[in-house]
């Protein structure tokens, strides 16, 4: 079992910045976590990639991100972190930490999610 823990979240005004984290805990004897990362949804929209990171430290970001977001990540903590720079109202959405793992319905673990909302 992989549980995820968001925090971090609210309301910022455009040009601000927030910082995400994400806190996993695995039961003992369950399947280890790989890639972990960060999604988004807008209410009536598909949830979407902003970014993710393998165990080895690879990144990826959606296009819409680079260069404003940065995502890192703590193997010993089991933690992820999201710093969010020059956001805009376009950036408001609720952000979910997802964890790839052998443990996970799918294989892939879910948050329940942390509002953000950007002010114009």
């Known amino acids: 079992q992989v549980q995820l823990v968001e925090s971090g979240g609210g309301l910022v005004q455009a040009g601000g910045s927030l910082r995400l984290s994400c806190v996993a805990s695995?039961?003992?004897?369950?399947?280890?976590?790989?890639?972990m990362g960060w999604w988004r949804q807008a209410p009536g929209k598909q949830r979407e990639m902003v970014a993710t990171?393998?165990?080895?430290?690879?990144?990826y970001y959606a296009e819409s991100v680079k260069g404003r977001f940065t995502i890192s990540r703590d193997n010993a903590q089991n933690t992820i972190y999201l710093e969010m720079n020059a956001l805009t109202p376009e950036d408001t959405d609720v952000y979910f930490c997802?964890?790839?793992?052998?443990?996970?319905?799918?294989?892939?673990?879910w948050g329940q999610g942390t509002q953000v909302t950007v002010s114009s």
């Open positions: 997802a964890a790839d793992s052998w443990g996970c319905s799918n294989s892939r673990c």
């Open positions: 695995v039961a003992s004897g369950s399947f280890s976590i790989h890639t």
């Open positions: 990171i393998t165990l080895s430290g690879t990144t």
